[in-house]
């Protein structure tokens, strides 16, 4: 006899003898003992699943014994028609190959006959969703009544490509990846007929190889035991497939929690050259810190899916990280699988994907720095236990060196007052700095004439339209208006007044300021007046007020915030700390 393959030689007779799916196999068992069977079934899952296998037992189902039963005789005469291929009234068809109109026509003259042997004419369609738009709608009438003696069984992958009138005529059944465990034991049952002796760790990287599909893992088992003989040992499934073991997943996944970007580095780069398939390597990941973060939230939940092994390592690494940083760790390895699926240089990619990975620990979030500011006890978040400590804030306005009693605390700080807001404020590395209203203003030195500011600024003129020829006539528009301490007013035409968007650009703004610290010194900043009207960095004029109007509700005054109080505030005092700054008082212009 010629030799079968493993998935044809174990391929299911009956319904108690398909794998992992439950469900559509007690659905179509009650539907048969009730006698309530439908004109079109539909079977929809991942390759490999069973929907074929499935479509073959229903059939036999329909044509064996005296009536329709899921309680059959695999070895009638019509059944080992069925399985073999060569039942006359139970057909067969390909989708991919017979997908145009003509040949369903053909179909659909040939439903008029009687069967030739059997209860039912049975139409089997693999991959129905390779049939044309024109084909569909040739069967659409048919589908929906069709003579008594037919039946038609529909089976695809891709169940988004069918029509949605094909789909209101038939019962569908969704099949689901079968589960590692359920592959694992059929394997193990498998090797035990055929006398072959496996190790259970190459049982379990089979199972996880094949991806929940049982076709699939018949087909790798077939591959080892072909190149290995009758003894099939973990490292040889791994070596065969170019897999990952667990443990070498789990060190690259406690590598990568810690942050220690080395270790990753060490650990990635000696599993490539081994010629490990990093796509591979990146599910097994995946994977791992998937299982993680559902046994963070309830161990329980994976007893019938994990190892001893596996959950003893999840129980260690469990403590060890937060299940905010496992998330953000787990949403990076899902981007990074679909990037090697088209990347060219997949070593590159991978490594520069794990070492930003293992720097998520230092990212410190939005959220994490206002709830510290917030709460006035609490601790600092650090970017890494090993960054040097912050230097001493220093404050040339003295300080509190003891926080006040709850009763200096008050309740709100009231607003710094409109000279301080319109004041610019210092900035100097390495500190940010908050600025503060100052109880006395210190006298602002003398500073160049009105006549050289002038001069200033048309140099600053000329220079701006040197380097923006297309906005030369823009700025040449805009005239000297006032110089007052640090601020220099300059007037913008109101025709103009689009304009004041792009000279107060960024990158605009720093040429003029720059020209005029050339020959000013740095210190001075532009105020742009429209007309003669506003500033634009005033609050713009209200409108009148309207006597139809109701009364507005007063506004309660503001609590005095004395300057001691402002510096003592245990919010103030941790928002110091944590962003490193220094409180310098601000004179008004």
Known sequence: ????????????????????????????????????????????????????????????????????????????????????????????????????????????????????????????????????????????????????????????????????????????????????????????????????????????????????????????????????????SEADVLTLFGLTGFAPVADLGRALAAGDVAAVLKLSRSLASAGKDLGKLSQDLLAFFR??????????????????????????????????????????????????????????????????????????????????????????????????????????????????????VPASIAPPSKAALNAPAVVGPPHTVITEPAKAAPTAPAGPSSAKVEEAWKKAVEDFAAARPMEADTIRAVQFHAAKASLIEVTLPSALEKKLYFLKSPRNLELLEKSLADQLGAGYRLVFIIGEGRKVDEAPVPAAPNPNAAPAKPTPPAPNLSQEAFLNDPVIQNALKIFEAKIVPIASP
């Open 291 to 408: 299982n993680l973060v559902i046994y963070q939230v309830s161990p329980t939940a994976l007893e019938a899916e994990l190892t001893a092994a596996e959950k003893t390592v999840l129980a260690e690494m469990a403590p060890l990280i937060s299940r905010s940083a496992a998330l953000g760790i787990l949403d990076e390895l899902s981007q990074l699988e679909g990037r090697l699926r088209y990347a060219l240089a997949k070593d590159v990619v991978f490594e520069v994907a794990l070492i930003q990975i293992s720097q998520l620990k230092e990212r410190i979030s939005l959220e994490s720095i206002l709830a510290t500011i917030g709460n006035a006890g609490g601790s600092i978040p650090t970017a890494s236990a090993a960054a040097a400590p912050p230097s001493a804030p220093t404050s040339s306005a003295p300080r509190a060196t003891t926080p006040p009693t709850p009763s200096a």
């Open 1 to 232: 006899m010629a030799y079968q393959v493993l998935a044809r030689k174990y391929r299911p007779q009956t319904f108690a003898e398909i794998v992992g799916q439950e469900t559509v196999v007690r659905t179509l068992t009650n539907a048969l003992r009730l006698g309530r069977i439908a004109q079109a079934y539909l079977f929809v899952g991942p390759r490999g699943t069973g929907k074929t296998t499935t479509a073959r037992v229903l059939a036999k189902a329909l044509e064996a014994g005296d009536k329709p039963s899921a309680d059959f005789d695999p070895a009638e005469p019509i059944c080992v028609e069925i399985a073999e291929g060569r039942c006359l009234d139970v057909l067969e068809i390909d989708g991919a190959s017979n997908n145009s109109v003509e040949q369903v026509r053909d179909l659909r003259d040939n439903v008029r006959y009687a069967p030739a042997k059997g209860r039912y004419k049975i139409y089997i369609i693999d991959e129905v969703h390779m049939l044309s738009g024109a084909a569909f709608n040739a069967l659409l009438k048919t589908l929906e009544e069709p003579p008594a003696h037919v039946k038609f069984i529909f089976a695809t992958t891709e169940v988004h490509k069918l029509p949605a009138t094909i789909l209101s005529r038939c019962q569908r059944f969704d099949l689901r990846r079968i589960p590692e465990p359920q592959l694992r034991d059929q394997l193990a049952h498998i090797c035990k007929l055929e006398k072959v002796v496996a190790e259970p760790g190459a049982l379990e990287a089979l199972a996880r190889y094949a991806e929940g599909g049982l076709r699939d893992a018949e087909s790798a088992l077939d591959q080892a035991i072909g190149f290995y003989g009758d003894k099939v």
